[in-house]
Every structure is written in structure tokens, then in C-alpha cells.
């Protein structure tokens, strides 16, 4: 701590003991108190005007500047004070945000993030850097042209993501240094991304994971949270919810869950991501929440299928109904400790409901159907879908690999009907047989 006088003016002289007490203070804060004791020359009325600058290390901005003159000199001090406790409050390390992924939803999630991060001054940084997977667009690279125009002209046209947003073409880059790790990629992607990062994560980091998916190891299957934890050595939270990207973008009323394991990551990303138009709710099950994002992607394939045949609304709903019951049926035979609650939070029933009636899954599912299986699910998604990632049918075959692995086809019929039709093994027409399918 430095305590400096710039003036050996005689109006300061009563108060020389004073820094001595603020040090026995404040001392321990480590902050730069500056008393220039820079006094003006005399006004009109002969008063003069005392100036003490008070500078706190942590933060970026100028040095605060308290104005007093004599009589009121000791009420200043009591400002200073006051000012020195504040201080000690926000002189902790901000959090760096990092935005791994930068798709339609990883757009909306940084635009959402970055306008947060510059409301909460005392609780992170303002850059927050997206890291963006090079692309040529509109002649240039996509990177130039996001830092550029302030807009991911590919993935999310017409929306502004942030002044305080940076896109970054490389991952390690985007990563190093960054202490809140916002992972939204497509899930295929994820492990070879943890693979390249893994030395360079700051250790006291923690992540969230907005991705839907789950990994099929030679142990069984794998969450994606729990690849990011044992892969880079961190705490993992999940974000999961009703969350049209477009709808969101638009600052419609959305809600989201956010899972955690550790109660203070997950306040973190509460505060990272909540607005007043995306209300995020904190829960104490990662695994219920992670389970519900990525199940219900299945499931409105089969509502897809039933849009693709002309069905009405009656055997939507039936298929939404059956599909929450398999879901929450799947999910807690292979993790226990989820939480029936769950399955009725932004993460269950309202992230199934609006999949199901307006996701990309069921449009691609709808148009495989009318396609009369001429066209597959890659060629499909590159009409539709403009570079997004289908996630319905990979998930579907990793959730039936654990079903025929555990001889679980006869408990979760629906699950194992729409993987069989959408590998062609069986007709759109057979998801109103489901029960037969798995006899």
C-alpha cells in the first residue's frame, strides 16, 4: 500500500495521522490509496479546494477522485472510507469469458453472455472471446467478417452479438487465460476440442456445457459434462431448456435449467446467463438436466415422422407423452441420482414440447419422410439446415447402442422404433406400431 502527499500544504497538516490509520485498515487489501493533496487555487471566495484521488488496482478504470474543501474535510474522509469498503468487495479476480463454438445457438449463448459480462462489472471481464471454426463467407474470412460487421452473417444474419465481442479462429487462443468456459460446439466435435485445449486451461477455471449428446465408451456411456470434466480437469455445469436460438435472439420470453454439482458455478452461470427476457433457473442435477437436452432430440424425430405422414395433433402429443415417460425411464436407470423435479423444468417438458413443434430435428425428420427415403440424413441436413449440425439421429444410435448392449429394447420401445426407421430398417408408418416393433 502506498500513501503519497504531493503537497505539504498546511490545510493537510491536521490530518497527517490519517493515512497511518487507513493503512492499519485497509492495508491488507493491497490497494494503491493515492492522497495527492493537490489543493486549487483560491476561488472567488477564498475557499480552498482539496483533491484525493483514490485508486483501487482491480479495477480499469481512472483513479476516483474526491473533491473537498476544508470545512468539509472530514466528512470527505468518512466518503474515502465508505469508498475503501466498496473496494474491498471488488478486489477479487474478474472472470474471463470464453465462448467455445460459435453455430447458430453458440451465437445467441455469447450475444447473451457478452451483454451480461459488461453489466457486471464487478464480476467479469468485458472482452468476451468466441472462438469461431474459419470459414469463408461473403468473400473473407468469417472471423474478419464477425469482428468486422459485429454479426455472425452465417449462423445468426441480422443480429448484433456485442461490441465486447472478439471472434478468434484459434481455440487455444480463445481458451488460455479464460476462467468461465462456455462450451457449444456440435457434440461430435467436443473431445477432439478437449484433446487440443487441455494444456492450456487455466486450472481454476470452470465450464458450462450448452451441447446436447452423449459419448459411447467401451466402460458405457459417457455424459458430455463429465468428458469435459475428466478431460480438462474441471468443474462442469450444463445449460439446457426450451431455447430456440432464433426465438431467443429475438429476446422473446425464453427459460432455460442450468444443472450443477458445485452451488457456486452454478451461481456463476446464472449470473453469466439470466436476463429479463431468459429467465435460468439453478438446479442441483446435472445429470437430469444433461440427460433431458439430449433425449429429447430422439423423440422429435418421431414427432417429425408423424408431421412427414400427415398425422394430426392427437398422435403428436401421444408420441410427446410416450417420449418424456422413455426419458425419464432411461435416464434414471443409468444415473439414479436424477431427480423426478427435474424432468418438469425448462430442461424437461418445455425443451421436449418446443422440439418437438418447432426444432431442427423434427423439420429434418418431416422431410425424410416426404423425401420417401430417397434422400439420407446428410444430404438433408446440408439443404436445410445451412451448416448446423443435425444431433436426433447421432444421438439416437448412441442411445440405442446402451438399449441393445443392456437388452433393454421391450422397456424402451419408442426409443428403439425411431432408430430403426431412421436407419431405414423399418417404414416411416411403423412409430404408430411402436409397441409391436419392440415385442
Not at 426419458?327 to 418445455?350: I, N
Request: glycine share 8%; aromatic share 6%.
Amino acid at each position: 500500500m502506498r500513501l503519497r502527499w504531493a503537497s505539504r500544504h498546511s490545510l493537510l497538516r491536521p490530518f497527517l495521522c490519517f493515512p497511518f490509520a487507513l493503512a492499519a485498515r485497509y492495508g491488507q487489501l493491497g490497494h494503491d490509496l493515492q492522497y495527492n493533496g493537490d489543493v486549487s487555487r483560491p476561488r472567488s471566495s477564498g475557499v480552498k479546494v482539496i483533491l484525493i484521488t483514490c485508486h483501487d488496482p482491480c479495477s480499469r478504470s481512472q483513479p476516483s477522485v474526491i473533491r473537498r474543501t476544508p470545512t468539509s474535510m472530514r466528512s470527505g474522509l468518512g466518503a474515502l472510507l465508505r469508498r475503501g469498503k466498496a473496494f474491498q468487495g471488488s478486489c477479487r479476480q474478474l472472470h474471463r469469458v470464453a465462448v467455445v463454438g460459435s453455430g447458430n445457438w453458440g451465437s445467441v449463448a455469447c450475444r447473451i453472455a457478452a451483454s451480461n459480462a459488461l453489466r457486471q462489472p464487478d464480476v467479469f471481464e468485458p472482452e468476451v472471446k468466441m472462438w469461431v471454426f474459419e470459414e469463408q463467407v461473403e468473400g473473407g474470412k468469417l472471423t474478419d467478417v464477425i469482428n468486422q460487421t459485429n454479426e455472425n452473417v452465417k449462423y445468426l444474419p441480422g443480429v448484433k452479438l456485442g461490441e465486447n465481442v472478439r471472434a478468434l479462429p484459434d481455440l487455444r487462443e480463445v481458451v488460455q487465460g479464460s476462467t468461465a468456459l462456455v462450451m457449444v460446439s456440435p457434440h461430435q466435435f467436443l473431445k477432439k476440442i478437449c484433446n487440443d485445449v487441455s494444456n492450456v486451461v487455466d486450472k481454476n477455471a470452470t465450464a458450462v456445457s450448452l451441447i446436447k449428446g452423449m459419448d459411447i465408451t467401451p466402460a458405457g456411456p459417457q455424459l458430455l459434462s463429465t468428458m469435459v470434466r475428466e478431460h480438462l480437469g474441471i468443474d462442469c455445469s450444463v445449460l439446457m431448456g426450451a431455447n430456440i436460438a432464433k426465438d431467443v435472439a429475438k429476446e422473446e420470453f425464453s427459460e432455460a435449467t442450468i444443472g450443477y454439482r458445485n452451488k457456486e458455478a452454478g451461481e456463476l452461470y446464472q449470473k453469466l446467463f439470466n436476463t429479463s427476457y431468459f429467465h435460468c433457473t439453478p438446479v442441483e442435477d446435472v445429470e437430469g438436466t444433461e440427460m433431458c437436452g439430449t433425449l429429447k432430440n430422439i423423440i422429435a424425430l418421431g414427432a417429425g415422422f408423424c408431421d412427414g405422414l400427415g398425422l394430426g395433433t392427437n398422435s403428436k402429443a401421444a408420441i410427446i407423452r410416450l417420449g418424456l415417460l422413455e426419458m425419464k425411464k432411461f435416464s434414471q436407470a443409468l444415473f439414479p441420482s436424477v431427480k423426478d423435479d427435474t424432468f418438469f423444468e425448462s430442461c424437461g417438458v418445455a425443451d421436449l414440447v418446443v422440439t418437438c413443434l418447432s426444432g431442427r430435428n423434427r423439420k429434418v425428420a418431416e422431410a425424410f419422410v416426404a423425401s420417401g427415403g430417397q434422400k439420407t440424413w446428410e444430404v438433408l441436413e446440408s439443404e436445410l439446415l445451412n451448416g448446423q449440425k443435425l444431433q436426433g439421429v447421432l444421438t439416437s444410435h448412441e442411445v440405442q447402442q446402451v438399449i441393445v448392449a443392456r437388452q433393454w429394447e421391450k422397456r424402451f420401445p419408442l426409443f428403439t422404433t425411431i432408430h430403426k426407421i431412421a436407419s431405414q430398417e423399418l417404414p416411416p408408418s411403423a412409430i404408430i406400431d411402436y409397441r409391436s416393433v419392440a415385442a
